[in-house]
């Protein structure tokens, strides 16, 4: 199932519409939960219900729209001060209103039994909803800077990967061509199709799963014609028939690191076993590939082989940061990366 952002009913257009369904659902909640004696229906209690979401609403906004940006900007003196006028132009001036409310309703329906706010404790609810506005508004926009910060960085990723990938697969084109293979017209062919979906359809965070799946699978056997009968190639996916989301290039990394740099050990021959299975949510990836312990690389293609498997680590962290087990073994005569990830 695909993750909901459920921060952008916080979001423009969105916050607006969720700010007002916020105080029409405190509006019924007033009438539901504390006003309903038998004397007091109709437009007099709809009234005195409005008068009291006004009384919540007003210092709310007050505080959040004039005081916090001041506090924001680490503005202390004069933010400290416009709070103090806050508070008291709210408790002398607040109480006008609202009885200016109730008047209006008086002049226009007959209402009855109003509410003298003069004599009502003004002061301790702007002091509180004051209080109250400051940290939920600040909590908001946390989590909204959370947001657009793994948003970034997600961007970031990706923009490395895309080249990498087509780095790696260039330099099999090029192989090809050297050796005038026939197969060459055929790699071109589905390197397009590889790098159209790479390039049009990952821009969502998610895509369907099954696209994914497609992805590698394409991916497998491009490689396969690259490397003809010289190595056992083997790829097993076990998917069911739910639907699932997966964020885009995620698992591809995996894949082609193993390609990348397995070798053959002495006196046999050189293998890579891709397993994938996908049940009830969860996915299973065991990668496993041969490695020559002779064969040692120098410092700095470590350094260059290890951008894709940081790239993933870093993926996985962002974005599915409590719902991933990544391990990865490395033997005198293999290298293993399992992974299990769950995708609802």
């Not at 952002?5 to 009438?31: E, K, M």
């Not at 990394?253 to 193993?258: D, H, L, Q, S, T």
């Not at 390609?259 to 890579?272: E, G, L, Q, T």
Request: aromatic share 12%; proline share 5%; charged share 20%.
């Amino acid at each position: 199932m695909k993750p909901f952002d459920w921060t952008r009913f916080f979001s423009r257009p969105y916050g607006v519409y969720t700010q007002l369904l916020f105080w029409v659902a405190v509006f019924f909640l007033y009438i539901l939960l504390k006003e309903y004696p038998p004397r007091m229906t109709g437009l007099t209690l709809v009234c005195l219900v409005l008068q009291e979401t006004l009384e919540l609403a007003i210092p709310c906004y007050t505080q959040n729209l004039l005081v916090l940006p001041l506090l924001q900007r680490r503005k202390w003196l004069m933010g400290g001060i416009l709070y103090l006028l806050q508070l008291a132009a709210l408790i002398l001036l607040l109480p006008y209103l609202l009885n200016g409310v109730g008047q209006l309703f008086a002049g226009l329906f007959s209402v009855r039994d109003l509410v003298d706010w003069r004599k009502e404790h003004i002061a301790f609810s702007v002091v509180a909803f004051t209080v109250i506005a400051t940290f939920t508004k600040t909590g908001l926009d946390h989590l909204k800077r959370e947001k657009e910060q793994k948003e970034n960085e997600l961007r970031h990723l990706k923009a490395q990967l895309n080249p990498h990938f087509l780095f790696n697969t260039l330099n099999n084109l090029y192989g090809l061509a050297v050796r005038e293979s026939r197969e060459l017209p055929g790699f071109m062919l589905q390197l397009s199709d590889l790098l159209r979906y790479s390039l049009y359809d990952t821009g969502q965070p998610y895509v369907n799963l099954q696209k994914e799946l497609t992805y590698i699978t394409g991916y497998v056997e491009l490689e396969q014609i690259r490397l003809t009968d010289s190595a056992d190639i083997r790829l097993e996916i076990c998917k069911d028939n739910n639907e699932q989301y997966i964020a885009p290039l995620l698992l591809i990394v995996f894949f082609e690191n193993a390609f990348k740099h397995f070798s053959a050990v002495k006196d046999s021959r050189p293998y890579i076993h891709m397993r994938l299975s996908v049940r009830d949510g969860c996915l299973h990836l065991n990668l496993r590939n041969s490695v020559d312990p002779g064969n040692s690389m120098p410092p700095a293609a470590k350094r260059k082989g290890g951008l894709g498997l940081n790239n993933a680590r870093q993926r996985l962290n962002l974005i599915y940061p409590d719902q991933h087990r990544l391990e990865i073994r490395k033997g005198a005569d293999f290298f293993e990366i399992d992974l299990n990830l769950e995708l609802t």
